[in-house]
T-cell receptor
Framework: EPEVTQTPSHQVTQMGQEVILRCVPISNHLYFYWYRQILGQKVEFLVSFYNNEISEKSEIFDDQFSVERPDGSNFTLKIRSTKLEDSAMYFC?????????????FGPGTRLTVL | AQTVTQSQPEMSVQEAETVTLSCTYDTSESDYYLFWYKQPPSRQMILVIRQEAYKQQNATENRFSVNFQKAAKSFSLKISDSQLGDAAMYFCAYRRGGTSYDKVIFGPGTSLSVIP
């Protein structure tokens, strides 16, 4: 069964460094999302992406964050200058069709630790 | 703004017993969907069950069923014949309906332990 994959599973970085989190959505999916989950807290929406454009972003998604679909298969989240509070689990999700009842398929997540 | 609340941070159930996880939500929309996601220790988010707001009939998926009370804005999950593999974090979630694509709004989660 097709699934969303994410790499790396765990990334450790120093504060101020740039990180790129990678996601490979399910191949025929067209809508992509990033969420994050700070340890012990709820899953929060970061950004949605369709047709090579950001569709919606939350207040968390400030100028330090960017997303890209560089090659038609990968979907990346870049954090330009990481802060301690960026430490969290980052989930990528994708879906093929728009519509509230459709299932967003989630990847296994990347645990980001900022030291 | 839409919000999702889960008042039980932790729950436990004996194996083979039944447990109910609570969820309430707030929205002014009439067209929306509600979901329960399971997040096991592996951290992968798995859809357990979904409910369309327009449908009065409660959704069921094998041992999982919901009690959807639209007027009360309540959406509880019942797990029957609990198994060790049901131990996980369970998130109640909301998504606006219609044909547009929209984010999922998650509740804070309930950690379920299954006691052998």
């Amino acid at each position: 069964e097709p699934e969303v994959t994410q790499t790396p599973s765990h990334q450790v970085t120093q504060m101020g460094q740039e990180v790129i989190l990678r996601c490979v959505p399910i191949s025929n999916h067209l809508y992509f999302y990033w969420y994050r989950q700070i340890l012990g807290q709820k899953v929060e929406f970061l950004v949605s992406f369709y047709n090579n454009e950001i569709s919606e972003k939350s207040e968390i998604f400030d100028d330090q964050f960017s997303v890209e679909r560089p090659d038609g298969s990968n979907f990346t989240l870049k954090i330009r200058s990481t802060k301690l509070e960026d430490s969290a689990m980052y989930f990528c999700a994708s879906e093929r069709y728009p519509g509230g009842g459709n299932e967003q398929f989630f990847g296994p997540g990347t645990r980001l630790t900022v030291l | 703004a839409q919000t999702v609340t889960q008042s039980q941070p932790e729950m436990s159930v004996q194996e083979a017993e039944t447990v109910t996880l609570s969820c309430t939500y707030d929205t002014s929309e009439s067209d929306y969907y509600l979901f329960w996601y399971k997040q096991p220790p592996s951290r992968q988010m798995i859809l357990v069950i979904r409910q369309e707001a327009y449908k009065q009939q409660n959704a069921t998926e094998n041992r999982f069923s919901v009690n959807f009370q639209k007027a009360a804005k309540s959406f509880s999950l019942k797990i029957s014949d609990s198994q060790l593999g049901d131990a996980a974090m369970y998130f109640c979630a909301y998504r606006r309906g219609g044909t547009s694509y929209d984010k999922v709004i998650f509740g804070p989660g309930t950690s379920l332990s299954v006691i052998p």
